[in-house]
């Protein structure tokens, strides 16, 4: 590979997908999916190595120099800074679910305030959120970066995508970083319609279940 940056050559290795993490950050950010240094984001990068955002940074200018290379055992192998600080969250996630490419942990602020609350939104409206959220796990709050909430996540995330964290915010994932990212979106738009629907004092129309059959079909043939 010609040396043709001043990124060494670890992060130049990777650096399409380097650019691409620095992308979705600050799409994060922009959306108002993060607040102050939260939210983190990890993609896998080979079987047994990670590239992860760095801990107490803004994901607003993230740049490729300033990530991390870890290993699934959360050993640092490269990389100026530390990992992020709830990398354990995100191993348990691949752990789990071995098909998993990327990771996203965010702050979503409709999102956030029903895990906040006592009675989240579960029912899905519209086809995006059967295509991209599907079943919604949930864990109770436990103390971020601990081996509790670690074994919360290893516990419920089996099988899904979509993880609500109990006043803390929401974790979502996929073979791609993209897929992670609109599951984030999706997830927000999944709680800014109930909550819009709620203000106006409105019921929301759920899908009859010959719909949701149908919508569940599309949803196996998209993912096959």
Same mark, same amino acid.
């Given at each position: 590979?010609?040396e043709?940056?001043?990124?060494?050559l670890?992060?130049e290795?990777?650096?399409d997908?380097?650019?691409?993490?620095?992308?979705?950050?600050?799409?994060?950010?922009?959306?108002?999916? &993060?607040?102050a @240094? %939260?939210s983190? +984001?990890?993609?896998?990068?080979?079987d047994?190595l990670? *590239?992860?955002?760095?801990?107490? $940074?803004t994901?607003?200018?993230?740049?490729?120099?300033?990530?991390?290379? &870890?290993?699934m @055992? %959360?050993?640092h +192998?490269?990389?100026?800074?530390?990992?992020?600080s709830? *990398?354990s969250?995100?191993?348990a $996630?691949?752990?789990?679910?071995?098909?998993?490419?990327?990771?996203i942990?965010?702050q979503?602020p409709?999102t956030?305030?029903?895990?906040?609350?006592?009675?989240?939104?579960?029912?899905?409206?519209?086809?995006?959120?059967?295509?991209?959220?599907?079943?919604?796990?949930?864990?109770?709050?436990?103390?971020?970066?601990?081996s509790?909430?670690?074994?919360?996540?290893?516990?419920?995330?089996?099988?899904?995508?979509?993880?609500?964290?109990q006043?803390n915010?929401?974790m979502?994932?996929?073979?791609?970083?993209?897929?992670?990212?609109?599951?984030?979106?999706?997830?927000?738009?999944?709680?800014?319609?109930?909550?819009?629907?709620?203000?106006?004092?409105?019921?929301?129309?759920?899908?009859?279940?010959?719909?949701?059959?149908?919508?569940?079909?599309?949803?196996?043939?998209y993912f096959k």
């Open positions: 590979m010609k043709n940056s001043d990124l060494p670890i992060i290795e990777f650096i997908v380097a650019n691409e993490m620095c992308y979705y950050a600050d799409m994060l950010w922009h959306k108002g999916y &993060v607040q @240094n %939260g983190n +984001i990890t993609v896998r990068v080979a047994n990670l *590239l992860s955002t760095p801990s107490r $940074i994901k607003m200018s993230i740049k490729p120099e300033d990530l991390v290379i &870890v290993d @055992n %959360g050993q +192998i490269f990389g100026k800074m530390t990992a992020t709830e *990398l969250s995100h191993l $996630i691949y752990k789990i679910n071995p098909d998993t490419g990327a990771v942990h965010s979503p409709y956030s305030s029903y895990a906040c609350s006592e009675n989240f939104p579960m029912n899905l409206l519209n086809p995006e959120e059967v295509l991209w959220i599907d079943y919604m796990a949930f864990a109770p709050f436990t103390i971020p970066g601990s509790e909430m670690t074994y919360q996540i290893e516990t419920r995330s089996k099988g899904r995508f979509v993880l609500v964290l006043n915010g929401l979502t994932w996929g073979e791609t970083l993209r897929d992670a990212f609109w599951r984030t979106d999706v997830m927000e738009n999944h709680c800014k319609i109930h909550n819009y629907i709620q203000s106006r004092g409105d019921t929301p129309r759920e899908f009859t279940y010959r719909q949701m059959m149908m919508l569940q079909e599309m949803r196996q043939k």
